[in-house]
């Protein structure tokens, strides 16, 4: 076991949006996160990586404890050290280059020296296919373009595990299948992820575990064949045929 | 006829005198523009920029005390004149012993005046800049100050350059109330040349052309800012 979520509990004002979320995560898993919108997926990811603070859970990673809610600014910086995020909407740094956006947080945030900064750099975006376009700046790109870079950004800080947020969301329909052949190439490659997605074919064959949340809960988690082929839980039926009617 | 070319006559040396008093007072007033006014102007503008800077920054990061410092400072520059400002400071403040040469005393009031504009466009600057830019950068193992510095501030002097241009501008021309504080400064000097030779009209108009000179220079120079800015991607989608 590599990453043990325990217990995530969040409320927004008088909303209480995580209820307790627990999740084991183990070395090369690919976990979908699936629920249907406001069911919390997104803060689930965000409380993880201390963008939002949660009012109560831990995480043990590599064995080392961290409570969400008390963590000092040096465990979060250790936490955030073994992880990269990948958003909805990219978030590339929009007055960096193509390969600034790779190397700045190497150079700065984690001190590395400019020459092994850019090697690193320049074999995460050869990896999504993006290292003939280094010079270019965001606003340059498509979003699949984009999206494909802040998977290198990530890449490149060689993290333990990567978060997703709908990866694909904010992606026109043509330019999704790039991006998530990148992800099945990283998942292949034995990368730990946290996908949260729409993309059913995505969590049906890439992933191998899913996490089935609603209105807060953890409505049901296991290997991802159980749940698309014997959902236990009413509500992850009721999911299940949800998206496949939408589909037809 | 013979009175006629008389009075052409003497019509010609007027225009000569006139002309002549041009030609001599405009590199007076140039040399005063070139040394006192850009100069001033320029230090002035930094002085602006320095405080709006940090004004700005105060404000974003929401440090409650000096917030409130900050607006109350803001408050009461935006909302006396300029020309006020620069009596209390100048002629003012002598009474409680605090004495400023009127070279100080214009650097420092045109420079928290300015301020306290540019510090509102750089606040709605920063305010811009979309959160995820941080976050972003937080995830990528930076610090504030890292992300503050690389990211968000670059972008929000994007966002804010073609309103502090018109700072700049404005700042050119407001060294010119320096003179109702004696500075030997263009306008001072206009004023006292047009004392010793009349002509008060030729040489204020004189003393305008120039700033119009200035200013127009500084609009050009801000038009090849923006589109410097805008081929290194500095337009935000
Ligand atoms: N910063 C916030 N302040 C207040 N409420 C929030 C905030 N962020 C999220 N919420 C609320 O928390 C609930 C869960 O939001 P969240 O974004 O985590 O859902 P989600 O599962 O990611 O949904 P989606 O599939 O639409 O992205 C929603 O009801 C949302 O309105
Ligand atoms: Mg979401």
Same mark, same amino acid.
């Given at each position: 076991?590599?990453?043990?979520?325990?217990?995530?509990?969040?409320?927004?004002?008088?909303?209480?949006?995580?209820?307790?979320?627990?999740?084991?995560?183990?070395?090369?898993?690919?976990?979908?996160?699936?629920?249907?919108?406001?069911?919390?997926?997104?803060?689930?990811?965000?409380?993880?990586?201390?963008?939002?603070?949660?009012?109560?859970?831990?995480?043990?990673?590599?064995?080392?404890?961290?409570?969400?809610?008390?963590?000092?600014?040096?465990?979060?910086?250790?936490?955030?050290?073994?992880?990269?995020?990948?958003?909805?909407?990219?978030?590339?740094?929009?007055?960096?280059?193509?390969?600034?956006?790779?190397?700045?947080?190497?150079?700065?945030?984690?001190?590395?020296?400019?020459?092994?900064?850019?090697?690193?750099?320049?074999?995460?975006?050869?990896?999504?296919?993006?290292?003939?376009?280094?010079?270019?700046?965001?606003?340059?790109?498509?979003?699949?373009?984009?999206?494909?870079?802040?998977?290198?950004?990530?890449?490149?800080?060689?993290?333990?595990?990567?978060?997703?947020?709908?990866?694909?969301?904010?992606?026109?329909?043509?330019?999704?299948?790039?991006?998530?052949?990148?992800?099945?190439?990283?998942?292949?490659?034995?990368?730990?992820?946290?996908?949260?997605?729409?993309?059913?074919?995505?969590?049906?064959?890439?992933?191998?575990?899913?996490?089935?949340?609603?209105?807060?809960?953890?409505?049901?988690?296991?290997?991802?064949?159980?749940?698309?082929?014997?959902?236990?839980?009413?509500?992850?039926?009721?999911?299940?045929?949800?998206?496949?009617?939408?589909?037809? | 006829?013979?009175?006629?070319?008389?009075?052409?006559?003497?019509?010609?040396?007027?225009?000569?005198?006139?002309?002549q008093m041009l030609t001599e007072s405009f590199p007076q007033l140039l040399e005063y523009g070139i040394k006192v006014t850009i100069p001033l102007s320029i230090l002035s503008f930094a002085l602006g920029l320095a405080v709006a800077v940090t004004v700005a920054l105060i404000q974003y990061a929401?440090?409650?005390?000096?917030?409130?410092?900050?607006?109350?400072?803001?408050?009461?520059?935006?909302?006396?004149?300029?020309?006020?400002?620069?009596?209390?400071?100048?002629?003012?403040?002598?009474?409680?012993?605090?004495?400023?040469?009127?070279?100080?005393?214009?650097?420092?009031?045109?420079?928290?005046?300015?301020? /306290?504009?540019?510090?509102?466009?750089?606040? @709605?600057?920063?305010?811009?800049?979309? +959160? $995820?830019?941080?976050? #972003?950068?937080?995830?990528?193992?930076?610090?504030?100050?890292?992300?503050?510095?690389?990211?968000?501030?670059?972008?929000?002097?994007?966002?804010?350059?073609?309103?502090?241009?018109?700072?700049?501008?404005a700042m050119v021309k407001d060294t010119s109330m320096a003179a109702s504080i004696t500075m030997a400064e263009m306008f001072r000097q206009a004023q006292i040349i047009s004392g010793q030779r009349g002509d008060v009209l030729l040489l204020y108009c004189e003393a305008a052309v120039i700033y119009?000179?200035?200013?127009? /220079?500084?609009?050009?120079?801000?038009?090849? @800012?923006?589109?410097?800015?805008?081929? +290194? $991607?500095?337009?935000? #989608?």
């Open positions: 076991m590599m990453l043990d979520i325990q217990n995530v509990r969040k409320r927004f004002g008088d909303r209480e949006v995580l209820k307790g979320i627990s999740l084991t995560v183990d070395k090369g898993d690919v976990v979908a996160i699936l629920g249907p919108s406001g069911s919390g997926k997104t803060t689930f990811l965000r409380c993880l990586n201390f963008l939002e603070k949660a009012d109560g859970g831990a995480l043990v990673f590599d064995g080392a404890h961290f409570d969400l809610h008390t963590a000092s600014k040096a465990d979060i910086a250790r936490v955030r050290k073994k992880t990269a995020f990948v958003f909805q909407n990219f978030n590339l740094f929009l007055n960096k280059t193509v390969l600034q956006n790779v190397t700045l947080g190497l150079e700065k945030g984690r001190g590395m020296k400019k020459n092994d900064a850019r090697a690193a750099a320049l074999r995460a975006l050869e990896h999504v296919g993006m290292a003939d376009r280094l010079e270019s700046y965001p606003s340059q790109l498509s979003g699949g373009q984009q999206q494909r870079v802040a998977i290198a950004r990530a890449l490149a800080s060689d993290p333990e595990i990567i978060y997703f947020d709908e990866p694909t969301s904010a992606l026109d329909p043509e330019l999704i299948g790039e991006v998530l052949s990148v992800m099945r190439q990283l998942a292949k490659e034995g990368m730990t992820m946290l996908v949260v997605t729409h993309e059913m074919d995505f969590a049906r064959n890439v992933s191998n575990k899913v996490l089935f949340m609603a209105d807060g809960t953890a409505v049901e988690t296991g290997p991802s064949r159980d749940f698309f082929e014997n959902p236990k839980a009413d509500r992850s039926r009721d999911f299940i045929r949800s998206i496949l009617a939408a589909r037809e | 006829m013979a009175f006629h070319s008389l009075g052409r006559e003497r019509g010609d040396s007027m225009v000569n005198e006139h002309w929401n440090v409650r005390f000096l917030r409130r410092l900050c607006r109350f400072y803001i408050w009461i520059t935006r909302g006396t004149p300029l020309l006020v400002q620069l009596f209390i400071v100048f002629y003012g403040l002598p009474d409680i012993g605090i004495k400023l040469s009127n070279y100080l005393s214009a650097f420092l009031v045109l420079g928290f005046n300015e301020g /306290a504009y540019m510090a509102e466009t750089m606040r @709605g600057a920063l305010e811009s800049v979309p +959160r $995820g830019q941080m976050e #972003a950068g937080y995830c990528a193992g930076m610090n504030y100050v890292q992300i503050m510095g690389h990211v968000v501030l670059p972008q929000a002097f994007r966002t804010a350059f073609p309103a502090l241009g018109n700072s700049m501008i119009l000179l200035f200013c127009t /220079a500084l609009t050009w120079l801000q038009r090849l @800012g923006e589109k410097l800015l805008a081929k +290194r $991607g500095g337009v935000r #989608a």
